[in-house]
Nanobody, 124 residues
């Protein structure tokens, strides 16, 4: 199983980025995907989650209305569209997969497989 997160970069405040999480060795019908981020000196925090079969999205309060999670089962890829980015969104972003229902979705220990992370820097 492999998750590859990519799409990060440097963007000015108010800008947009789209992160991708390409999965191999598993199918998105069987695994839910979560996006997490970790800023320097801070703990890893959950950002967004998408359910395995129903595809219902969930967002952390800090990104609601700005981030949108979606998935393409045919491409086995999950996307995180990030708009109106703020300096406090600067972090390494990771995607991770888990089985089971939407319980404790912000608990990183509930996720089985992790991508390598992609850096997002929001700065003028």
């Amino acid at each position: 199983v492999q998750l590859q997160a990519f799409g990060g970069g440097l963007v000015q405040p108010g800008g947009s980025l789209r992160l991708s999480c390409a999965a191999s060795g598993l199918t998105l019908d069987d695994y839910a995907i979560g996006w997490f981020r970790q800023a320097p000196g801070k703990e890893r925090e959950g950002v967004s989650y998408i359910g395995r079969r129903n595809g219902i999205p969930v967002y952390q309060n800090s990104v609601k209305g700005r981030f949108t999670i979606s998935k393409d089962n045919a491409k086995n890829t999950v996307y995180l569209n990030m708009n109106n980015l703020k300096p406090e969104d600067t972090a390494v972003y990771y995607c991770a997969s888990r089985i089971g229902g939407p319980i404790n979705i912000w608990d990183a220990t509930a996720y089985v497989y992790w991508g390598q992370g992609t850096q997002v820097t929001v700065s003028s």
